[in-house]
């Protein structure tokens, strides 16, 4: 009780002459500096330390991946590989049934065509809800944010059975019976994904940032809204248009479920399917696991390294994933 | 009935209707018929009896079985879809708000005018940017029974290795056991709490989506002025009552903002169960231990994807999950959103 009382003395008097410390002893000064600077150091000690934690299993994924079989096996495990085998990554690379070229060229075609369509269908949804007077259009763009409330595992079951029964595509008839429809497909891994509320949003409110005295401008001139679209708002646009590619294209890199139900041939499944399988087939090489893993894992990370300013501030504006 | 449109009707016509029209087509065709019209159809198949089409209509047949397997089974244990709604439960309620818990905290500290925050932030948001599948595989790695680097630091210790992702104990009492203190059998499931796999899953979606907390509380940090601070502390509040009383407040939409989303995407945790307790070559597949990480999703990709025939239960189960999501929502919203302070 006493000490804290004095304790309790002593800070009220450092408090109390705060105000006054630029003409008090120079050695409160000195304690009170050094005090936070001891603070500072707490500070980055746990801000580091929390970084390894958060970073450790990529350490340790790509130490794993270039050990050899014996080394990886190794009770206690060895920090860094003695001798780094650079030749894991080529046999990871053609270990699986097809080889990882191949998966990789899929989720290459399933990410650029399905993020072009995205923003395509989303430049000209955004620009009709942005620029265009029409009945309904308030009603329309409410009910296209609404499907953002439709949770994804809710539309897998249905939409596995409608992909199946969209007509005259894999062998079906005109009512949609007979064949497996876009089952087994590119099409049919890409398009339900394509029209995304969260680009349409995004695109529409940085289309509204820009003044209507453009649009009046270019009318003079005779252009046409797509005219306009395409030689004044988009180029405007560029950080909000960029944003809308890097999500789309990194949600279809990423993606797992849905190409999971929606294709059953190796041969046009994405790289997280590719590595799924590896995985399990050989799942107990670990060493070539973790080098097929770390060439999966790198060109996202790499890609989000060259980017991360404007995909940190797409997401905190709009606080979306996908 | 020949009407005579002038030019000028004609092009307003145009402009009123057919432009608009031509320019929203193809996000509304492709909304409507996989967005929306899917949540019909669900409800639809889930009358059915479907495979891989339609067989036979049984009325509400598939919901009477998510009553029936609600409940227990002859052993006591519950069924498939209670024990995936005692699953996903757990996993909700213990990484929702310790993410946010966590987040905040780093973020205050990011927040402190710290050099190198860059990198820093970063760091902690590769993880989130990562695909599941190659950092759910590093986590499998790390979790090896045999050789994986958590047995080897516990040995360092000199504590017993664990078989993390095929352990389908209760974490409860098992912490019980270890800190030697007794635990009846007789106290129900959910007190003995997630499976020890199942912790390790929740572990790993924490420091998954933790990245995506701090960039989102950090940037609501930002917005808070610092003259309300300064006022704050010039009157000789301490840092408990900074954070109680002003920063929180303040951040207090960001945080039920992240709530929600947060919640959202807990309730639909698909991957990273599927990779952590199926991947790697060692896991007996989706769910396992004993059905142990069996969340709603999980069980949806088990009667979709490995029960033939049960298509239409899987649909009724989705039906089930869009409720429940749609009512957790509503209920964030209500009793939530009063504590908000907006300004």
């Known amino acids: ?322 | 009935m020949a009407v005579d449109l002038s030019i000028r009707a004609r092009r307003r016509r145009m402009e009123r209707i057919w432009l608009p029209a031509l320019y929203l087509a193809p996000t509304l065709v492709l909304l409507g018929l996989f967005d929306i019209y899917p949540i019909f159809l669900s409800a639809w198949i889930s009358l059915w009896r479907w495979g891989i089409k339609a067989e036979e209509f049984i009325g509400f047949d598939n919901y009477t079985r998510i009553f029936e397997e609600l409940g227990s089974k002859p052993g006591g244990a519950p069924g498939e879809v209670g024990q995936s709604l005692l699953v996903t439960a757990f996993y909700v309620l213990g990484t929702v708000p310790a993410t946010i818990a966590i987040a905040f905290v780093i973020a205050n500290m990011l927040n402190a005018r710290v050099r190198f925050l860059a990198p820093l932030r970063t760091a902690y948001f590769i993880p989130y940017i990562t695909s599941t599948v190659a950092a759910g595989l590093a986590f499998v790695w790390l979790l090896n029974p045999q050789v994986g680097v958590a047995n080897a630091t516990l040995k360092a210790f000199g504590l017993p290795a664990q078989q993390w992702l095929l352990d389908p104990e209760p974490v409860v009492p098992k912490l019980f056991s270890i800190a030697g203190i007794g635990w009846s059998d007789q106290l129900p499931a959910f007190l003995a709490g997630p499976s020890v796999a199942l912790t390790c899953v929740m572990v790993f979606s924490i420091w998954n989506t933790l990245g995506f907390a701090v960039v989102i509380i950090l940037a609501g940090l930002t917005t808070i002025d610092t003259q309300v601070k300064e006022a704050a502390r010039m009157d000789g509040a301490n840092s408990w009552q900074m954070a109680t009383r002003i920063t929180i407040p303040l951040v207090s939409p960001t945080l039920f903002f992240l709530l929600v989303v947060s919640t959202i995407r807990s309730f639909q945790s698909f991957n990273e169960i599927f990779v952590l307790t199926s991947g790697g070559g060692y896991g007996a597949g989706a769910g396992s231990p004993l059905d142990t990480t069996l969340t709603l999703p999980v069980l949806i990709f088990r009667h979709l994807y490995e029960r033939p025939g049960s298509v239409g239960f899987a649909a009724a189960l989705s039906m089930l999950l869009f409720v429940l999501l749609l009512g957790v929502t509503l209920l964030q919203f209500r009793f939530a959103e009063r504590r908000v302070h907006y300004d």
């Open chain 1, 1 to 322: 009780m006493a000490i804290q009382s004095i304790a309790r003395d002593q800070r009220d008097s450092t408090d109390s002459s705060k105000p006054a410390a630029r003409t008090s002893t120079p050695s409160s000064d000195e304690l009170g500096r050094w005090r936070r600077r001891a603070g500072r150091v707490i500070l980055y000690l746990l801000l580091a330390a929390g970084a390894a934690i958060m970073l450790f299993p990529f350490f340790w994924m790509v130490s794993s991946s270039l050990k050899t079989f014996q080394e990886v096996n190794l009770s206690p495990p060895t920090l860094f590989p003695a001798d780094p085998q650079w030749s894991n990554y080529a046999d990871a690379w053609t270990a699986p049934p097809s080889g990882f070229a191949r998966y990789f060229l899929n989720s290459l075609l399933v990410a650029v065509v399905g993020t072009s369509l995205q923003l395509f269908t989303g430049l000209t949804a955004a620009y009709a809800f942005a620029r265009m007077k029409f009945r309904f259009n308030n009603l329309l763009f409410v009910i296209v944010l609404a499907t953002m409330m439709i949770p994804f595992e809710a539309k897998i079951v249905p939409n596995y059975v409608l992909i199946r029964q969209i007509p005259l595509t894999g062998g079906n008839d005109l009512l949609g019976a007979g064949g497996s429809g876009l089952y087994d497909t590119y099409a049919g891994m890409i398009l339900p994904g394509v029209a995304s509320a969260f680009a349409i949003f995004l695109l529409r409110q940085a289309f509204m940032a820009i003044p209507r005295d453009y649009w009046d401008a270019v009318r003079m001139d005779g252009a046409s809204h797509w005219t306009f679209l395409w030689r004044v708002l988009i180029p405007m646009t560029m950080p909000a248009v960029l944003t809308v590619v890097l999500f789309g294209f990194l949600a279809r890199w990423n993606e797992l479920l849905w190409p999971l139900i929606a294709t059953q041939s190796e041969s046009i499944r994405p790289v997280q399917l590719g590595l799924m399988s590896f995985s399990g087939d050989e799942g107990s090489l670990y060493h070539l696991l973790m080098a097929a893993t770390t060439l999966v894992a790198i060109p996202g990370i790499i890609f989000f390294l060259f980017v991360q300013r404007r995909f940190i501030e797409g997401l905190t504006a709009f606080g979306v994933k996908g």
